[in-house]
């Protein structure tokens, strides 16, 4: 699989790559460790929880916010970073990238929602190991959908309102096949879709990093519950019986600019 540390911004159902997260991370030959910091006043970050969900592993940043990855990394997985007053953050790692890079966080503001910071499974647990990253899902399937509550307060005239996925991994649509990212050959999936107050906003068709989705102005409830929902894709070539795909994703967020 190619690494995809990528930001993806996703309106209405058409994926744009627009840069890599370089902005986000910054790799320095100074240092044997990784660092934290905040990424307005640059100062670390200590007590910051880091997973990685696959691994059943997690340490925390000290008091210069530093850190290391004491497991074995072979081939690409999700790492999460979590710290209260911050936006929960997460990328896919792999070996060649493990340490001597520090990361930059932000912090909340009073319109941002977070809606999920666990790492969810979704999908009927029959997946090949060909899938994309089949070989770090460690949860049982909670079914072929993922859904929320949750309340918006209040949305200006001149604001919009996006969902912003974390990281998503195991998506085998044919996209991701093109891109190196699912090794399953004889197959193809139809991509995840995203829907919010029932109505369908974006099709998620490649793996990766912070993929961001505007939302309809006009959908949004003010004052009142609104609802997400991340329905799985299944087999396009098994017609007899629905076949999921297999998907796992952390770090759902709603984000009010």
Known sequence: MKKFVLILILILGLPVICKTINGEIKKDAKYNTNRIYDSVTNVPIEGVIIKIPSKNY???????GSFKLQTQINSPTIMALEKNGYKPFSMTIDKDVKNSFNIGIEKTTPKDIIVETDMVHIGDDSYSQRSANANDFTLRSAGPFYTKDFNIKNINRDENLYVVIGSIIGIDTIEAQRLGQSGVLTA????PSLYFNGN???DIKINGDNQKIKIPTELVKQNQPNNITLKTGHNLYKISTVDYDDIEFTNLLCEIK
Do not use: L
């Not at 193809?188 to 991509?191: F, G, L, V």
């Open 200 to 202: 369908k906003i974006s």
């Open 58 to 64: 997690y340490t925390k940043s000290a008091k210069d």
């Open 188 to 191: 193809y999936a139809s991509p």
